[in-house]
C-alpha cells in the first residue's frame, strides 16, 4: 500500500503486486472486515491505556455513521428521541438480519466482543447502566459470550431492574440454572 500526498489531504492507493492500482469492487466486504478488526484492537489498545474515550470512539464512530445514512435514507425513524435506544436496536436488527452472506454482521467492530468492550468501557467510566446494555447486547450476538454474562453478574445482573428475564441464566443460555 502507497500513502499518497494530495491537496486534500491525505489518500490511500492499493497497489498489486504488478505495480498497478487494485480494484476493491468485490473484495470491499473483506476490506472492510480487515478495518473492522483493526478499529477493534485500536480500541483494545486505548482501553488497555486508560484511555477510554478514544476507546469508545474508535468503536462507535463508523456504526454511527451508517446509522446516521440510514437515518438519512428513511430506514431508521426514531421514536420518543432516545437516539441511543434506537442505535441499539439498528445495531441488534441489523446483525441478526443481514441482506446476505457477503454483508458484515455487526457494525461494531468483532461483534459481541466489541460490544464487550464497550461494556467495559462504560464500567471503567462509572457508567454502569450503559454497561449493562452493551453487555446485554453482547449477549444477544452470541449467548456464549461468557465475560459479558459474568460482568453483568459483577455489576448485579437484574437486581433491582425490569428485565429480570433479560438475564435469567435459561433465556440467555437455554439451560436451567444450576441448583
Not at 8 to 30: K, Q
Not at 88 to 106: L, R
Not at 133 to 145: A, C, G, H, N, V
Amino acid at each position: 500500500m502507497e500513502w499518497n500526498a494530495t491537496n486534500s489531504g491525505s489518500r490511500r492507493n492499493d497497489v498489486g503486486s504488478d505495480g498497478n492500482d487494485v480494484t476493491i469492487g468485490g473484495a470491499g466486504i473483506e476490506l472492510e472486515r480487515t478495518r473492522s478488526s483493526a478499529r477493534y484492537l485500536l480500541a483494545k489498545c486505548c482501553f488497555d491505556l486508560g484511555n477510554y474515550g478514544e476507546a469508545e470512539e474508535a468503536l462507535l464512530k463508523h456504526a454511527r455513521e451508517q446509522f446516521s445514512k440510514c437515518i438519512a435514507r428513511g430506514e431508521v425513524k426514531i421514536r420518543g428521541g432516545n437516539r441511543n435506544e434506537a442505535m441499539d436496536a439498528w445495531i441488534i436488527y441489523s446483525s441478526v438480519n443481514k441482506t446476505d452472506d457477503m454483508s458484515p454482521s455487526c457494525p461494531i467492530p468483532n461483534g459481541a466482543a466489541g460490544l464487550n468492550l464497550l461494556g467495559n468501557i462504560c464500567r471503567r467510566s462509572n457508567r454502569r447502566h450503559r454497561a449493562m446494555e452493551y453487555y446485554r447486547l453482547s449477549l444477544k450476538l452470541d449467548p456464549l459470550m461468557w465475560t459479558s454474562y459474568e460482568a453483568l453478574c459483577e455489576l448485579g445482573g437484574a437486581e433491582g431492574s425490569n428485565v429480570e428475564e433479560a438475564d435469567d441464566p435459561k433465556s440467555i443460555f437455554g439451560v436451567d440454572a444450576p441448583l
